[in-house]
């Protein structure tokens, strides 16, 4: 299974790549907004994991460019719990939303969720 994570801290991507590495995923990794826009364009993946305050172009106007192609499962990632935030992901239908700091494992059950999920479409 093949998954984009776009996160511009460099460290926590190398982390989180290499937990859902271990986990049987292939994992593609953009540091900034933009570079996650030219792989969705470039690439079939079947989740994207998002983080939302990224340089360039934000999470938000990310998630509303991979709205406009299609429905793969987006799982979006940020230190911003204030209910404006989270309701916006509901309204630019994000389909997870996970909570900066976070245990590796418990992202790689929720991507594990939303993949079966996706899969009973």
Do not use: C
Not at 3 to 11: A, C, G, I, Q, S
Not at 12 to 26: C, I, N, P, R
Not at 28 to 52: C, H, K, P, T
Not at 102 to 113: D, G, N, Q
């Amino acid at each position: 299974m093949r998954v984009l994570l776009v996160e511009d801290e460099p460290e926590t991507a190398s982390l989180l790549a290499k937990g859902l590495s271990e986990a049987s995923y292939v994992v593609d990794v953009a540091l900034n907004g933009m570079d996650g826009r030219r792989f969705i364009e470039s690439g079939e993946y079947e989740l994207i994991i998002l983080d939302v305050m990224l340089p360039g172009l934000n999470g938000w106007q990310l998630l509303q460019q991979i709205r406009k192609l299609g429905d793969t499962p987006v799982l979006l990632l940020t230190t911003r719990d204030g209910i404006e935030d989270r309701l916006r992901g509901l309204e630019l239908h994000e389909d997870d939303y996970l909570l900066k700091p976070f245990a590796v494992s418990e992202l790689v059950k929720r991507v594990r969720k939303l993949l079966r999920r996706d899969r009973g479409r």
